[in-house]
């Protein structure tokens, strides 16, 4: 199993920059997949960005194309989500989790750090 830890939430006014990391321990996660997901108050939890272990392709939903950057660093088993422009939108528990390839689920969850962005 994984350990997840995120760091790096707060509150930030719109149009400002935040960098959420995702620390890992336990087994390697090298070739796992790494998502960042996001819970708003009253909305469902949504995929906001991933990358793969294998090919490193990476996926934005729509809403932060353009605006968050996802990345991760092999050798301090970190991944990370620039997220710039922010919007009052952002708002939500930022979510790291993980799957090794094959998987189709989540297998791994972070506790969770909150953004607020404020108008």
């Known amino acids: 199993q994984v350990q997840l830890v995120e760091s790096g939430g707060g509150l930030v006014q719109a149009g400002g920059s935040l960098r959420l990391s995702c620390g890992a321990s336990?087994?390697?996660?090298?070739?796992?997949?790494v998502g960042w997901l996001r819970q708003a108050p009253g909305k469902e939890r949504e995929i906001v960005a991933s990358?793969?272990?294998?090919?490193?392709?990476?996926y934005y939903t729509d809403s932060v194309r353009g605006r968050f950057t996802i990345s991760r660093d092999f050798a301090n088993n970190t991944v990370y989500l620039q997220m710039n422009k922010l919007k009052p939108e952002d708002t939500a528990v930022y979510y790291c989790?993980?799957?090794?390839?094959?998987?189709?689920?989540?297998?791994?969850w972070g506790q969770g750090t909150q953004v607020t962005v404020s108008s």
């Open positions: 336990g087994r390697t996660f090298s070739n796992y997949l």
């Open positions: 989790a993980a799957h090794p390839p094959g998987n189709s689920q989540w297998t791994d």
């Open positions: 990358i793969s272990g294998t090919d490193y392709s990476t």
